[in-house]
């Protein structure tokens, strides 16, 4: 190439886009238009790129590596923030649930004066001791043979405490025995968890009075222990589904749907101070409706042939 005025300008503008592309140089590479000029310039101006690039590496290392040290500064806080967002997120949608939860025992705990100590359910116990792990203890203040609820009913009684947790027989379970009271006759008696076998899931319900007169869809409540413990008063128990009449039996006995579901415990409350009096029956959810008798079909009267309508009486002569 001659040395002439129009080959040093063709030079420095050579110069010029080099050193431009290798200043404003992505570390990787991403831009189209860079790399589109890039091919061009290193096509045209070949040899000069070269020259200028490595005249001029050491800029390009400092310009890419401060972008770089921004981007790989800024990534990990970028990481950071979205998975805070996604816990947040996580936390938002389960505090809905729990929202609920909390929300109906607090309704149910101010409706009988009882105050408690909220927890979560952390694990479950298995085998004949059916037990749950609640995620409060003797640093929120509580203690052994304290009664646990929900926001349905009964739940069990604390039976063991560490600092943070504690442990809950549950009402349902073969140990477990309860002191209720029938609404509105008052009737007192106890109900016991079933086991397995036909009636799981049930309380049975034995009443002191032998002569009671028990009905599906009674309802009945915790009778007072001796000094509020292990249960308190007016705790919702459940609801009488049927009734065994045993010959020969010194109590009447039936069978109690709880109210409290046990397959699915999650927020509960622990009674830290018991009512003041004794709210009776006033937890109590209402009953549902029954729904209506169905009206016996009347049967169709018998069609009358017209052989057996009587005859008129003929005229006597």
Same mark, same amino acid.
């Given at each position: 190439m001659r040395d002439t005025r129009r080959t040093r300008l063709l030079l420095g503008v050579?110069?010029?886009?080099?050193?431009a592309l290798i200043a404003v140089n992505y570390q990787n590479g991403s831009?189209?238009?860079?790399?589109?000029?890039?091919?061009?310039?290193?096509?045209?101006?070949?040899?000069?790129?070269?020259?200028?690039?490595?005249?001029?590496?050491?800029?390009?290392?400092?310009?890419?590596?401060?972008?770089?040290?921004?981007?790989?500064?800024?990534?990990?806080?970028?990481?950071r923030k979205l998975a805070r967002m996604r816990a947040e997120l996580s936390a938002a949608e389960l505090s809905k649930h729990d929202y609920h939860e909390l929300s109906r025992l607090l309704e149910l705990a101010g409706a009988g004066r009882y105050r408690v100590v909220t927890a979560s359910v952390i694990g479950f116990g298995q085998g004949y001791q059916r037990t749950v792990t609640l995620n409060a203890g003797s640093a929120d203040g509580v203690r052994p043979q304290q009664t646990v609820l929900d926001g349905d009913g009964l739940v069990g009684q604390v039976i063991s405490v560490g600092a943070t947790t504690c442990t809950v027989l549950l009402a349902s379970a073969?140990?477990?025995?309860?002191?209720?009271?029938?609404?509105?006759?008052?009737?007192?008696?106890?109900?016991?968890?079933?086991?397995?076998g036909q009636s799981a899931g049930l309380f049975k319900l034995a009443v002191l009075n032998p002569g009671a007169v028990?009905?599906?869809?009674?309802?009945l409540v915790t009778a007072a222990s001796v000094h509020d413990r292990p249960f308190v008063p007016g705790v919702p128990v459940g609801q009488i589904v049927s009734v065994r009449n045993r010959a020969g039996a010194l109590t009447?006995?039936?069978?109690?749907?709880?109210?409290?579901?046990?397959?699915?415990?999650?927020?509960?409350?622990?009674?830290?101070?018991?009512?003041?009096?004794?709210?009776?029956?006033?937890?109590?959810?209402?009953?549902?409706?029954?729904? @209506?008798? #169905?009206? !016996?079909? /009347? $049967? %169709? *009267? @018998?069609? #009358?042939? !017209?052989? /057996? $309508? %009587? *005859? @008129?009486?003929?005229?006597?002569?």
């Open positions: 050579a110069l010029l886009a080099a050193l831009s189209p238009v860079i790399r589109v000029m890039r091919h061009v310039a290193s096509s045209v101006f070949g040899g000069a790129e070269r020259i200028v690039g490595t005249a001029t590496a050491p800029i390009g290392r400092f310009v890419g590596g401060g972008l770089a040290g921004a981007g790989g500064g800024q990534v990990p806080s970028l990481q073969a140990s477990s025995v309860v002191g209720v009271r029938l609404a509105p006759s008052g009737q007192i008696g106890w109900v016991t968890g079933s086991g397995s028990l009905t599906p869809g009674e309802q009447a006995q039936a069978l109690v749907r709880p109210y409290a579901d046990f397959a699915a415990l999650d927020v509960v409350g622990i009674v830290i101070t018991p009512p003041r009096r004794d709210p009776h029956f006033s937890v109590l959810p209402p009953k549902p409706p029954k729904p @209506p008798a #169905r009206k !016996p079909k /009347a $049967s %169709p *009267s @018998p069609s #009358r042939s !017209p052989s /057996a $309508s %009587p *005859s @008129p009486a003929s005229p006597r002569s």
